[in-house]
């Protein structure tokens, strides 16, 4: 294998995980992570090796933190890092970084009140630097006429979220043939960085899921919840899941999701939602104060449910992860998507399902956490 392929390789294997695990930054994690097992909860600065600032987060909140500058800035690891030596200052941008990292919490704290309202994606858009002077245009934008007008009328005659919810509960086939689904085991294939490989993903009602991927060359690697507690693993190593993770995860494992969202989400708010692949939506957020935030956008037509974006919070800004779901087939009485393309800021990738099995049995082994340490 070329020096080329192989790198192109270990991106795609990259993509997979820190997307597939909603797990920023799992290179720095998996070098610097103490014994998850250990009950007190650690700061940031008790975890990691030469905290200056954002000494006292939840230490589990750095790695997200990490991976929200990163995707802010649209820049990797080692722009501000000595590459498997994170603790060290030797590089300007780190510097500079903790200056920015004062800056955004000053500006917070001293005019809105600590909420997060300019992070660093406000000024950076994606760039390492950002731009200060107005871009020139020559078509010089048109205030739409009577937008406010047109705003209200579209708010006025939206459907409730409960009507929502209640049509998308139909469309996939009512309550009752969802609860005959005890288990499911989905097979086929999944596109990342341009590389196709297998996957196989097993769900046990009501929220047990494992993702199995096999790379080229062998092993596996496994994304997995079991209701109470989550993990990762690849090649010689494995990650468990923080708190906020496994939320996600939580989200990701409902079997019975279109009866539960309402049991898990007490707070919804309908908006109009932006066209789909030419498919008008209503857009239903979900809010929780424990559970990620969810924006679900429902096909008007349909109502089956076309995108799910969900935010995890950091102490610096909001990770957003979006999943679109296409391709739905009916079998058992239920209407499933056969394909899903899940996008992070650090990658996408897309899963192709070519054979579906339920009320099957599974290996409860699955389910089982691994005992050994994590990795180092």
Known sequence: MSNTQKKKWLIAIAVVFLVLSCVGGARLSAQTQANPAAEAPKTAEQQFKN???????????????????????????EFCHVEHEMQKDDKK????????????????????????????????????????????????????????????????????????????????????ALQKIKSRVQRGNIDAGGMQFPIEVYSEAPDKRVSITHPQGGGSSVTAFNGEVGWLTIRDGFHRMT?????????????????????????????????????????????DPNRPSLNLYFDQETGLLLRQIRYAQTPLGKNPTQIEYADYKGIDGVKIPYRWTLTRPNGSFTIKIDQVQQNVPIDEKLFVPPSEPPAK
């Open 51 to 77: 905290i200056q600032v954002l000494k006292e987060i939840p230490a589990d909140q750095l790695i997200p933190t990490m991976q929200f500058i990163a995707a802010s800035l649209g820049v990797e690891c």
């Open 93 to 176: 941008e780190k510097q500079t970084a903790r200056k920015m990292i004062a800056m955004e919490l000053a500006v917070n704290k001293g005019h809105f009140d600590n909420e997060l309202e300019v992070t660093c994606y406000t000024c950076h858009r994606g760039s390492a630097h950002p731009v200060g002077t107005p871009i020139l245009s020559a078509d010089a934008p048109k205030p739409a006429p009577h937008v406010h007008d047109e705003l209200a009328q579209a708010h006025a005659n939206l459907p409730t979220a409960d009507q929502i919810l209640d049509k998308y509960l139909t469309a996939v086939g009512g309550a009752d």
């Open 243 to 287: 708190a906020p993770e496994r939320e996600a995860a939580r989200i990701d494992a409902q079997l019975y999701f279109p009866i539960r969202v309402r049991e898990l989400y007490k707070e919804f708010r309908v908006r109009p939602g932006e066209e789909i692949n030419d498919r008008a939506t209503y857009l239903v957020s979900a809010r």
